[in-house]
């Protein structure tokens, strides 16, 4: 099975989508975790990524198209995986790699969102920041929602519950 997890920044979709492959017996995928590693080669395509990142901005569609193409071709996930972090707009939905049997959408307000990624405290992560990367989340991941509802793939989930209730909700959702 092919499951993606989709939410705005903070929604709690890579918390989710590790207790759900794990439930389900399918590997992880966080593309953010694979950007943070390549921002650490300090490679022309680190640096452009970490750019990006940093201004709150998306990843170039090239540069993710290339990356996941390359995680997804690995001998692991020919049984199944779950992953967060793709696709974050509607032209990198239309060209995945590969067709999803399943799309969860964590439905989560801004309010909210800010509250938690605020709480992290991780570096970088402003009031601006965070606005931006709301911004950019409503404008440019928000439209393929109704892509995957087209297809009938998409499930929705409310995301401001504790996360048990939510992982149960997701997993009795995709049986």
Do not use: W
């Amino acid at each position: 099975m092919k499951i993606v997890i989709i939410g705005p920044p903070g929604s709690g979709k890579s918390t989710q989508a590790q207790i759900v492959a794990e439930k389900l017996g399918l590997i992880y995928i966080s593309t953010g975790d694979i950007f943070r590693d390549i921002i650490k080669t300090q490679s022309n395509l680190g640096r452009n990524i970490s750019n990006n990142l940093k201004g709150g901005l998306l990843v170039k569609d090239v540069d993710v198209l290339r990356v996941v193409q390359d995680r997804l071709s690995k001998d692991d996930v020919k049984f199944g995986f779950v992953i967060d972090g793709f696709p974050r707009n509607l032209n990198q939905a239309e060209n995945s790699p590969l067709d999803f049997d399943k799309v969860v959408y964590i439905k989560v307000s801004d309010k909210e969102c800010a509250e938690r990624i605020l709480s992290r405290k991780r570096e970088g992560e402003t009031d601006d920041i965070i606005n931006t990367r709301l911004k950019v989340y409503h404008s440019q991941t928000e439209p393929i929602l109704e892509y995957y509802r087209d297809l009938g793939i998409l499930l929705e989930v409310n995301g401001e519950r504790l996360i048990d209730e939510i992982a149960k909700d997701i997993i009795l959702k995709i049986d």
